[in-house]
């Protein structure tokens, strides 16, 4: 297999242009919306109106909207985020501050999913329309309809509330070491990272099991199955294979979607990561965190394309990345 | 209710200058060493955003800041002032506050050290004035700085010195915690967002910083070097932020993971339901916000010179007074606070209710549909074919703006409910906080445009109501040509008003500056500028061991270094 240099350039070029529409929107709507950063600040008698304004002026926050944004794209281009309005720190300080944990918190999560969609979906695939598959589509589809706020809830009163058996503060940084410090981070991750897997895993056993019920038709599996192989080595080697393929591009085009729907989860455990912080920049009309969040999502969303397209072109050879 | 913890009437600051000796009880400490305590795990469904007391723009923020950085005074639950960083409160009697108004001195304690190990002194204080009077800085406390000069007379005294006198000066460097000076030097004006030090807090407070993350988590350990004998008690101090408010009562009330929690904005029928688990309780904590319906005395239906509710305008059915008495009548306070607020809500009739010392008792909550009835067929309205009433042509026909929050929309209805029994229509109008709060001159619907009948929102009321009694100056009518940056948002003007103002600003006797605020109190509700409704005091959780004292005029830490647990 060569290697699609040419593809990665020509595919970076075609997303710059989408990027800066995507941060032109952002800008006009954040620009549009209503909302002021020093709102709060009016709700203090003591603080009259001018120190509100004056601080606005000082931020350029007065500024028409155009000019706003180029001084936002120039600063962005020479690799500055800007600071936030809240917490006048800088906001590519902000994001790192979060990153690791989202990454921790959704990557397990992902993890988890597909250790438990491809084994049923695949299994659900071997015996159509039997009791277990009617079990896994309903599993599937109670699932993805269940939102993550409503599963998330559920876990809280059932294994806090009721059992107290996990605490639903998640913590980033916890006073604890050694050994203890992996105990009690694995027990505030339970929760986020089972609601979160729950709602993967439903569609990742769709996906997988449609995919294998296509592959298991084909006539090289009823070939390995004519020359005697056994069963199992006849899914593993001969359908999982191949069923993969669709699914892996999947699992890339779907990274985005984890993300979003992290965001809910972080909000309600209290997870110190990107989502929680888009939640109260947006609360807080922080526009300079918002659109260096929402940067980040729409960054991950062109990368996982390319990634996908990538992955597809990897393993099925069949198909050439031009 | 509303009045728990407040038994002494007269705060010690006027009795101080009154020349009565100072009566504050300090709050009843017990441990007897410093530490030892464990740790104290606060939650705020807000997370702190940064920890330099002169960029706080919300109180989950000043909170947080009160671990690490003290003021010199701070507002007890009563509205009266302690000394923190100052040796005493300045007064007429101990020549503190001039006899002219125009200068105060404040004494410092001495042996105070920064979390470094070195000295506190006047320098710092006059620093501190430096630092957020420079516009450049972007401090939110510019304004406590507005008209004052500050000066070190020696290492432990410091004198403010004001353009005209000034009867409440206990504005700046109260309340909010000192910064060092030898710290913050190098990052005055426009570089000081870049001070390390805004992440990494240098202060005098009972505990110091061990690790901050903007928004989520605050993390200190006790200062050995405390300047109060024997605090704090708490090993360590954790502020975790985010979620809502909801599940921060049930981390604190059902499950005990934490031992307090902040500003519970939550139904009071869910509290008293998270209250039976029997392992904590809701604080209430008197303090001065108000919810309020406002009336318009302007026009805000007709254009006039590029604006609506132009001040020169008359409103063609509130500037009645018999209107006006009617929908206050109508305003059935005592339902509203039974059903819909609670506890988190009792019914008044006062602008200020808080500090007992400004409080009127010459005002009382009356429901009265009949007396309404009867105002209105007085002023001429008379009852059309549908029920509402007519005159001249015009129907009764009122419009309350307020925020889409769920308490207000219930508000709503009850008093659409009474309205209706008068023969007025009430129509209801919801707003978006996010715009009816926005300073934005290009939106119609924002609090301060007021262009509507009636507004319901809430106003704060500090220790001194001078600021909130200053909204309602006819110098303060809020208009296209400020920009609707003024206060005045009903537009209302009296000249007696404006006087007694203009007196109560520099006088300097407190007992005859609370009669004067109680008049201006007494006048406003007499013209129905504004119908108060309910005083909704801080509302907050907190285990069943842990022993503090919480002021609703002071930031909720304000007096952390005395928290402890109980048996």
């Known amino acids: ?322 | 209710m509303v009045q728990v913890g407040v038994a002494v009437p007269l705060a010690a600051e006027m009795l101080a200058q009154a020349g009565i000796a100072q009566t504050t009880t300090p709050p009843a400490y017990s441990p007897a060493k410093r530490g030892g305590g464990g740790a104290l795990k606060l939650l705020y469904w807000q997370g702190a955003t940064l920890l330099n007391p002169h960029f706080a723009t919300g109180t989950k923020d000043l909170d947080a800041t009160r671990l690490f950085y003290e003021p010199l005074a701070s507002w007890d639950p009563d509205g009266n002032l302690v000394p923190i960083l100052a040796a005493e409160i300045p007064s007429l009697t101990n020549g503190g506050v001039a006899p002219d108004g125009k200068s105060v001195v404040w004494k410092l304690k001495p042996n105070v050290q920064w979390h470094d190990g070195k000295p506190f002194t006047s320098a710092d204080v006059v620093f501190n004035w430096v630092y957020a009077a420079n516009p450049d800085t972007a401090a939110v406390t510019i304004a406590e700085f507005k008209d004052t000069k500050v000066t070190a007379l020696d290492p432990l005294t410091v004198r403010l010195d004001f353009e005209k006198p000034r009867a409440f000066w206990a504005e700046a460097f109260v309340s909010r915690g000192l910064i060092p000076k030898h710290v913050f030097e190098n990052y005055t004006g426009s570089k000081s967002r870049e001070a390390p030090a805004n992440l990494k807090p240098v202060g005098t407070g009972p505990y110091r910083l061990t690790s901050f993350t903007p928004g989520d988590l605050v993390r200190a350990s006790l200062n050995p070097n405390y300047h109060q004998p024997n605090r704090p008690y708490f090993d360590t101090v954790e502020i975790k932020g985010g979620g809502d408010a909801v599940s921060a009562a049930r981390a604190v009330l059902q499950t005990a993971e934490y031992d307090y929690a902040w500003n519970l904005q939550v139904e009071d029928e869910i509290l008293t339901r998270m209250e039976k688990a029997g392992k904590g309780k809701v604080q209430l904590v008197a303090g001065g916000a108000l919810e309020f319906v406002a009336v318009q005395m302007a026009d805000p239906w007709t254009e006039v010179e590029g604006e609506r509710s132009n001040p020169k305008t008359k409103h063609p059915i509130l500037s009645d007074p018999l209107v006006r008495s009617a929908l206050n009548l109508l305003l059935d306070r005592s339902a509203i606070s039974q059903f819909v607020y609670g506890r988190t809500g009792p019914a008044t009739a006062n602008v200020v209710d808080n500090p007992v010392r400004f409080r009127s008792k010459n005002t009382k909550i009356v429901y009265d549909v009949d007396q309404a009835n009867r105002l209105l067929d007085q002023a001429g309205w008379k009852r059309g074919q549908d029920g509402v009433r007519v005159k001249d042509g015009r129907r009764l026909k009122l419009v309350l703006n307020t925020t889409v929050n769920q308490p207000r929309q219930k508000t709503q209805a009850i008093y659409k409910q009474s309205c209706q029994k008068a023969g007025i229509e009430l129509e209801l109008k919801a707003t978006t906080g996010s715009v009816f709060f926005s300073a934005d001159e290009g939106n119609p619907d924002t609090a301060d445009k007021f262009y509507c009948d009636l507004e319901m929102f809430t106003v704060m009321v500090g220790p001194d109501p001078g600021s909130t009694m200053q909204a309602f100056c006819s110098w303060e009518v809020a208009a296209k040509a400020n920009k609707w940056q003024r206060r005045n948002i009903g537009r209302w003007r009296n000249e007696e008003y404006d006087a007694l103002y203009l007196a109560s600003d520099v006088e300097l006797d407190p007992v005859k500056r609370a009669e004067l605020i109680i008049k201006m109190n007494d006048l406003i509700v007499q013209h129905h500028v504004i119908l108060p409704i309910v005083a909704r005091p801080m509302v907050n959780a907190s285990n069943n061991r842990l022993q503090f004292v919480e002021s609703g005029w002071d930031s909720s830490l304000a007096f952390i270094a005395d928290w402890h647990r109980g048996a």
């Open chain 1, 1 to 322: 297999v060569t290697f699609p240099g040419g593809f990665i350039l020509r595919r970076t070029l075609i997303a710059l242009p989408s990027l800066l529409g995507i941060s032109v929107i952002l800008f006009a709507v954040l620009a549009l919306a209503p909302g002021d950063p020093f709102a709060e600040l009016a709700s203090n008698p003591n603080i009259p109106p001018e120190v509100a304004a004056g601080l606005r002026e000082k931020f350029g926050l007065n500024d028409p909207v155009p000019v706003r944004y180029v001084r936002w794209l120039v600063a962005m281009l020479h690799g500055d985020w800007g600071f936030s309005f809240a917490s006048r720190i800088d906001v590519s300080a902000l994001i790192l501050q979060r990153l690791p944990t989202t990454l921790v918190v959704i990557g397990s999560a992902q993890v988890l999913a597909l250790l438990i969609g491809i084994p049923i979906g695949i299994y659900a695939a071997t015996r159509p329309y039997s009791l277990f598959d009617q079990l896994a589509n309903t599993f599937a589809f109670a699932g993805f309809s269940v939102p993550t706020f409503f599963t998330g809830l559920i876990l809280i009163l059932v294994f806090s509330i009721k059992l107290d058996w996990l605490p639903f503060v998640f913590r980033a940084d916890l006073p604890s070491t050694g050994a203890q410090f992996y105990w009690d981070y694995f027990k505030q991750a339970i929760m986020p990272v089972t609601v979160l897997a729950l709602f993967q895993a439903a569609s990742w056993t769709r996906y997988m099991r449609s995919s294998a019920l296509e592959v298991i038709r084909l006539d090289h599996v009823t070939t390995a199955r004519a020359k005697g192989l056994a069963e199992r080595t006849v899914i593993v080697k001969h359908v999982l294979r191949n069923a993969l393929i669709p699914v892996v591009t999947l699992v890339a085009l779907e990274i985005p979607a984890v993300f979003g729907g992290a965001i809910v989860t972080e909000q309600i455990f209290r997870v110190p990561g990107i989502g929680s912080l888009l939640i109260s920049a947006i609360l807080a009309n922080d526009t300079p965190v918002i659109m260096g969040v929402t940067f980040v999502f729409s960054c991950l969303v062109l990368i996982s394309n390319l990634l996908a397209d990538l992955l597809y072109g990897w393993l099925d050879p069949r198909i050439a990345l031009r």
